[in-house]
């Protein structure tokens, strides 16, 4: 079990920056591969951005490539989703997930865990 908290949201202008977390719980962290997505209002939920158990590997959608990097940091049960060159349509809450298999997932239904979501806002 994975119990995930999502903190550093906030409002920015477009333009700017900002970098969210996801802490887990548990000494299995490690061992599960890692996404992020984010719903905006009115909106389905859609895939942000992803990485491997090891971090070797991340994804990205087309709407955030060359903008967004995702990190990890095993050691603290940790991972990062660095937000620059921010737009107002990437104002949504973001939610970071949790699944069990190998490599990169973008899909979200295959996620086992997920936390509560952290809400970001991009002024024009």
């Known amino acids: 079990q994975v119990q995930l908290v999502e903190s550093g949201g906030g409002s920015v202008q477009a333009g700017g920056s900002l970098r969210i977390s996801c802490a887990g719980s548990?000494?299995?962290?490690?061992?599960?591969?890692m996404g992020w997505f984010r719903q905006a209002a009115g909106k389905e939920r859609e895939f942000v951005a992803a990485i491997s158990w090891g971090g070797g590997s991340t994804n990205y959608a087309d709407s955030v490539k060359g903008r967004f990097t995702i990190s990890r940091d095993n050691a603290k049960n940790t991972v990062y989703l660095q937000m620059n060159s921010l737009k107002p349509e990437d104002t949504a809450v973001y939610y970071c997930?949790?699944?069990?298999?190998?490599?990169?997932?973008?899909?979200?239904?295959?996620?086992?865990?997920w936390g509560q979501g952290t809400q970001v806002t991009v002024s024009s």
């Open positions: 997930a949790a699944h069990k298999w190998r490599g990169i997932r973008t899909v979200d239904n295959v996620y086992d865990y």
């Open positions: 548990g000494r299995t962290f490690s061992s599960y591969g």
